[in-house]
Structure formats: C-alpha cells, structure tokens
C-alpha cells in the first residue's frame, strides 16, 4: 500500500518503564519496540513528519488499579460507570513515578509533542483520542487536523490496549492508518488478546506493515 507521508505522523504510544521488562505491568520483550521506533522517528522527523508520544498517566488511587477495589485483583474484568468491561490492572504509570517515565533509551529528540492521558481518577483511557467511556477527548484529534495530518502509523505498547484502540479510533475518525508490527508487543492478558488484536485491525482497515521493510519510508521525502 502507498502511503503519502506529507501528511504523516507517528504515533508511539506507551514506551514507559512499567510497560517494559522489570515493570510494574511489563509486556514480553516491550523495550524491543525501542530499536525500530527510533529508527522510524528518525526518518519521519527527518522528512518533516510529525512524531507525537503518548504516556499513561494515573493517579495512584486510579480506578483501573485492582488495588482501588477490595477483593479484586489485576487481571479481574468489572463494570464501571460508562466502561461495560474494564480490566483491572497492577498499579502502573502513576504520575511523577518513574514507572510511569519513558524509556530512557526511547530516542526524545525527535518527538514533537508527548501527550499524557488516564489521569482522571474515575476512567481509564487506552485510546491515545478517547478515554474508555468513548466520549471524552484527549485533544489528539484537534491537533491533528490543525497540523493536517491525515495519515498515522503507530507503534509502542501494549499492541492489545492502546495501540488496538488508539489504531481503531484513528480509522473511525477517517485517518488512513497503519500499525508498524515489528515495533508493537502485546501484553497478552487475558491470553491470545495480542493475537487477536492483530486479526481485529486487519478487520477494522487497518495497515499491517513492518518498518524493516525497505520499501518503508520511500516517499516521506517529498
Ligand atoms: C495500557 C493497560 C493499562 C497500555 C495502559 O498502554 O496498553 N494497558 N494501561
Ligand atoms: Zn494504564
């Protein structure tokens, strides 16, 4: 698939220590998005395409925490005001901590903007555009189209959470979008959700392609 990357931005969501080996909610081999998100920044910020970071950020009594909810423990499913099935995580990314940091080896310098979101008590949010009662806006989709932006391609974690949902709302609000799957891991829980994630944004239109690929990155320079 051709790609016009004029109007492109990368989207790397999540790279934080708590997603990564060690942390306190880690995904298998997260820090191995690392490598080829840095490549991929590099050649987007290299042609003038945007490279915008997302960050969980949760108060330490947030609502996804197993810990907020007596007899409950991670990995649970309850129903919350708004939210039908909200998973019940380990406490992660509270803010300020340095789980909730971005990996030190994730490359900044070519990140325009880093956008934090979770951090109402009372809902979650793993759509980078929406939080988990679907309505509540983050402000990615009204900086996007100030910067014209039109096509997206996402890598990060967790590939089941954020990335699944940030990549299915970014084509429900029109944009052409692709998912770089050599720079996504999945946290697995409940287990085979990686899995189906990938089948389901196939299902959804999105772009499945792998930035190792050396046709990736031909035609950003314009
Ligand atoms: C995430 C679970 C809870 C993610 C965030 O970044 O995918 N997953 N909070
Ligand atoms: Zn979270």
Not at 24 to 32: I, N, P, R, S, T
Not at 48 to 76: E, L, Y
Request: hydrophobic share 45%.
């Amino acid at each position: 698939m051709k790609f016009n990357y004029a109007s492109a931005a990368l989207l790397i969501i999540d790279v934080q220590n708590d997603f990564c080996p060690a942390g306190a909610l880690a995904v298998k081999d997260g820090d191995e998005v690392i490598q080829p998100l840095n490549r991929a920044a590099a050649l987007f910020s290299e042609y003038g395409a945007k490279v915008i970071a997302t960050q969980d950020w949760h108060p330490g009594d947030h609502v996804s925490f197993a810990s907020s909810h007596p007899g409950r423990n991670p990995g649970d499913v309850m129903e919350l005001p708004g939210v039908k099935e909200q998973v019940l995580w380990p406490d992660h990314c509270i803010a300020g901590t340095a789980g909730a940091d971005i990996h030190g080896k994730l490359d900044l310098s070519h990140v325009h903007m880093i956008l934090r979101k979770g951090f109402r008590r009372e809902l979650d949010s793993y759509s980078a555009f929406f939080e988990n009662d679907k309505k509540t806006s983050t402000g990615l989709g009204g900086m996007l189209a100030d910067l014209g932006i039109k096509n997206l391609f996402l890598g990060g974690l967790a590939l089941d959470y954020c990335v699944f949902y940030s990549a299915v709302d970014a084509v429900r609000l029109g944009y052409k979008t692709a998912v770089l799957t050599d720079a996504v891991r999945g946290v697995d829980i409940p287990a085979g959700s990686a899995e189906k994630a990938l089948q389901a944004l196939e299902k959804a239109g999105v772009s499945l392609i792998n930035s190792a690929d050396p046709e990736f990155g031909i035609g950003l320079k314009h």
